[in-house]
Every structure is written in C-alpha cells, then in structure tokens.
C-alpha cells in the first residue's frame, strides 16, 4: 500500500510525517490487500489566526478502483490525523462489506 503524505501551509516534520503514515498504515492493516494508494492532505486553513482549522483530509483508491474520501478538522494536526484514520477505518470496512454482500 502507498501512501503519499502532502502538506499545505503546513511544516513537515519528520515526527508529523512519521505519525501519519504510521497511523494510516495502523488502521488499515487488516484491509491493506485491498487498498491501492492512501493520500493523505495535511492543511493549515487560516494560518495563524488559530481555532479547529487544521484539516486532515485522507483519499483512499481500493484495489477495484474506487475512491473513498474522509476529512477532520481540529485544533492540532495530530489529533486531526487520529480522528481521520478512525474515520477511514470505519468508512472502508462498511464500504467492503457492502461490496461482499453486494455480490451474493
């Protein structure tokens, strides 16, 4: 599974970096066969002026060539990253079980 990490108005530390690729890779470790690319956008909507304005936005292509999409917003880019990979996690398994059942 790829997973490209971009930033917008955002510094890249090595820590950020690491963070949101580890926890991409962590909530979809049980799916990881069946997704083709994780792209991750970590943005800084209204520079310093502060508030829940660090979005993490996450595009995943499954094996079969859909997308699926998930953003969250808050105060801190990591907390954001969090919520957005619980999201993801969720979003994708209901997507592929409905694909499973789908086909039956």
């Known amino acids: 599974m790829q997973v490209d990490i971009w930033g917008r108005n955002v510094r890249l530390s090595d820590s950020l970096l690491r963070h949101a690729e580890t926890r991409m890779r962590r909530a979809l470790d ?26 993490c936005l996450l595009q995943v292509r499954l094996s ?3 997308e699926l ?32 059942e789908h086909r039956r």
């Open 64 to 66: 079969n060539g859909r």
């Open 30 to 55: 049980r799916v990881v066969d069946r997704i083709a690319s994780v792209r991750v956008q970590l943005e800084d909507l209204n520079g310093p002026r502060g508030g829940l304005d660090k979005r």
């Open 69 to 100: 999409m998930v953003q969250q917003r808050d105060g801190s880019l990591y907390r954001a990253i969090n919520l957005a990979a619980n999201r993801l996690q969720d979003t994708v398994r209901k997507r592929l079980r409905r694909l499973r």
